[in-house]
């Protein structure tokens, strides 16, 4: 058996098992049915039809949320620069790559903030 080929499963917490449930609830009341195995599980709320919820509407109002819950402003800028939230807990799923992905977009945010203080450009 290939390494790609084994099934890995992993516990959800509990909370995410009940978003699932009400969106599969919303799911029903928008579109009169149970979702099928091609309908999105992120969808789109204002579309007459089961189609994914934008992504760039998603990454919008995850940023906003994140600033509104005081996230610092590098966390964010790296959210949107990489599509990662990068935490202690979450730590051991992301490559080195991604790691080094994320680290560069806050060292990005970083250097742009010191030089605009100093009345730069970049």
Known sequence: MSRQSKKK???????????????????RKKFGRDPGPNDPVF????????RPYPF??????????MEAAGVAPDLIYAFVRTGMI????NLGVWSKEDLAEWGAAIEEYRRKADSAERGGTT
């Open 9 to 27: 499963y992993m516990r959800m917490p509990e909370e995410i098992v009940e978003g699932l449930k009400q969106l599969r609830e919303e799911f």
């Open 86 to 89: 990068v935490t202690e807990d």
């Open 43 to 50: 969808f789109d709320p204002n579309a007459p039809t089961p």
């Open 56 to 65: 760039e509407r998603a990454e919008a109002e995850v940023a906003a949320a």
